[in-house]
């Protein structure tokens, strides 16, 4: 008589990973933000209320000033902040 006992490792080892590759994927963080600088600080500026880390590598195009539309290319999170690889003025304050 055939034994099935030797399977059940083998097949809770598939269903294990059957259910793995149905679970959806976290969806990616955003890799840019677009919107008007609040404030400026020393090291970070404040987009719509996102605070941005501005790093010794990260590059600037335009002047920053407190009310710019910016497009900021996020590079990652840097101590739960968002981390600039680029920011690009689009628009300053009073400019056209």
Request: net charge positive.
């Amino acid at each position: 008589m055939f034994r099935f006992r030797h399977l059940v490792k083998p097949l809770i080892v598939v269903a294990v990973l059957a259910t793995l590759l149905l679970i959806p994927a976290t969806p990616a963080a955003a890799t840019s933000l677009q919107g008007t600088v609040q404030s400026i600080g020393i090291d970070s500026i404040v987009v719509d209320g996102q605070t941005v880390i501005i790093g010794p590598n990260t590059q600037i195009q335009g002047t920053l000033t407190v009310g710019a539309l910016v497009n900021v290319a996020i590079k990652g999170k840097n101590k739960g902040f968002l981390q600039a690889h680029n920011i690009t003025v689009i628009k300053r304050v009073g400019y056209r």
